[in-house]
């Protein structure tokens, strides 16, 4: 695949982004597409590799390695080398019914494994992955694909996020009836509004959910599940209901404080943001502005990395996100090897405008919040942090404890905490009568019924927090489980099939 030496005569060249001084003063995309020049190398640098572990999608040590949804990237590389792009979307569309999505906001597993990068960095996946799809919508090659036949089958998909949009697209083409209830006023679920403008500007989604609309399938938005619509009717109208509700419930930080005002759940903050930007209603939970405002972000991983983006765009004062776990090593430890996912310092979109703005990296690392101290009207006015160190117990088990003499008072007057989510909104579940799941252990042999007939689930409400990749890689094989359930047998594919 690719140019026989091309890993040899090339180097990764990577994306351009705008500068981040000036991409702070609009809510755009922030880094700029390559040249087809460009792409045409970073495609030749793909490796003949007698086995490509960047395609296998496995976890390893709790990390995902490879790519969940195993696109066909040595395939597409090679003709993206060769110039062929309309023949590298028709591949790329095999496996991936989102390119547009994973090629934004996918961290690229694929490239952690990719084989080049077991000496060198890896190739360029994900920038190719999205030049890919994105040439497609420009030069008019995806139009709809209206089924021409319908089974009569009908199908009611709970949730519009990755996993639910993936399952519904999947069985609509098998000529299923298929329709999406979303509770917010637009569908896409997290793509919407939990993912920035400036990582997904939200047209990409639009564009994406008109096409499903012309393909046949009905979105049903501004419509809760237990409040205007019964679980009864929705078990009663459709012949299948599928829960792809995602793992919303927020994890929380229950210490001394928390009632303080200016204390809230990152998720809420960054819907709200986008909710307003774009110009949708936003309730008094989600009105939250920083601007003028010192913001600490409790959290170290990429939601927390977009609240700080959202913040800088509000113009706050200062900006400080800490994190529990001590600085990443700058290359793979002996524990990380490849084909893991590397856990490695990177320096994401959000830390270079905070540096661009306020001079330094606004990261704080092994940090343990204790209490937030609130003001006399009850406004958060400050946090008590202490710094941790991580040591070796008497079981020899690893753990976390305090370093004394640390202790340290950070002024604030908001704080957004980004520490993960605990798993599905429970009344949701409740409605239907399904016990609370967690059947991660038997994701790989694709059990995605639930305990109430014709209900089933997938996606981050059935295996937990997760990647995008998994979920589109759940709604897939969900789709071919329902379809098989409804018709005795199935037309779909499936990656458990590979």
């Known amino acids: 695949m690719g140019k026989l030496t091309g890993f040899i005569d090339y180097k990764r060249e990577n994306k351009e982004e705008r500068d981040p001084a000036q991409r702070i003063q609009d809510w755009q995309e922030y ?29 390893i040590h709790g990390a995902t390695s490879g790519c969940p949804i195993y696109n066909l990237i040595p395939e597409w590389n090679d003709l993206v080398y060769k110039g062929q792009w309309k023949e590298a979307l028709n591949r790329l569309m095999k496996t991936n019914n989102f390119p547009e999505f994973t090629g934004r906001v996918c961290p690229a597993p694929c490239e952690g494994s990719c084989t080049v990068a077991i000496n060198d960095p890896a190739v360029t996946i994900k920038s190719i992955e999205r030049t890919i799809i994105d040439k497609g919508f420009e030069n008019g090659w995806i139009t709809p694909r209206v089924p021409k036949e319908r089974t ?45 403008n400036m990582k997904l500007e939200k047209d990409v989604v639009e564009r994406r959910i008109r096409l499903l609309e012309q393909e046949g399938i009905d ?42 005002d200016g204390v809230h759940f990152a998720m809420d903050y960054l819907k709200g943001s986008t909710k307003k930007l774009l110009g949708s209603e936003v309730d008094g939970e989600q009105s939250i502005d920083a601007e003028g405002k010192d913001v600490i972000v409790i959290g170290g991983g990429d939601t927390g990395a977009d609240c700080i983006a959202t913040a800088l765009r509000q113009n706050c004062k200062s ?7 001590p600085k990443l090593p700058l290359v793979r430890t002996e524990a990380n090897m490849w084909p893991q996912y590397p856990n490695v310092f990177s320096i994401e979109y959000a830390h270079k405008e905070a540096t661009a703005k306020f001079g330094e990296d606004p990261r704080q690392y092994s940090i343990q919040t204790k209490r937030f101290v609130k003001d006399e009207q009850g406004n958060l006015k400050e946090l008590h942090t202490v710094e941790m160190e991580k040591v070796q117990d008497e079981n020899g088990q690893m753990a976390y404890r305090e370093i004394p003499g640390t202790e340290k008072v950070w002024p604030a007057q908001l704080v957004f905490i980004a520490i993960g989510f605990e798993g599905p909104e429970q009344e949701v579940l409740d409605s239907f009568g399904v016990e609370t799941f967690n ?38 094989e969900l789709a071919h489980k329902v379809d098989e359930h409804l018709m005795g047998s199935t037309v779909l594919p499936s990656y458990l099939e590979v």
């Open 152 to 196: 009569g089958k009908t199908v009611a998909i709970i949730g519009s996020g990755p996993a639910g949009l993936a399952a519904a697209d999947q069985l609509n083409q098998a000529g299923h009836t298929v329709t999406v209830y979303e509770r917010d006023d637009r569908a896409g679920g997290l793509l919407t509004y939990g993912i920035p």
């Open 31 to 59: 880094d700029a597409p390559f040249s087809d020049e460009v792409l045409s190398r970073q495609g030749a640098r793909c490796m003949d590799c007698g086995t490509p572990f960047c395609q296998m999608g496995e976890e």
């Open 439 to 476: 059947q991660k252990a038997d994701a790989k042999y694709g059990k995605f019924e639930t305990s109430e007939a014709n209900v089933f689930a997938a996606g981050d409400a059935r295996r937990g927090q997760s990647l995008i990749v998994w979920a589109i890689n759940e709604g897939r």
């Open 219 to 260: 979105f049903i938005l501004n419509t809760e599940v237990g409040k205007d619509i019964s679980a009864e009717e929705l078990k009663h109208t459709y012949d299948a209901v599928l829960l792809c509700t995602g793992a919303q419930k927020q994890r929380d930080l229950v210490i001394e404080g928390r009632e303080a």
């Open 319 to 325: 900006i400080v996100q800490f994190g529990k776990h």
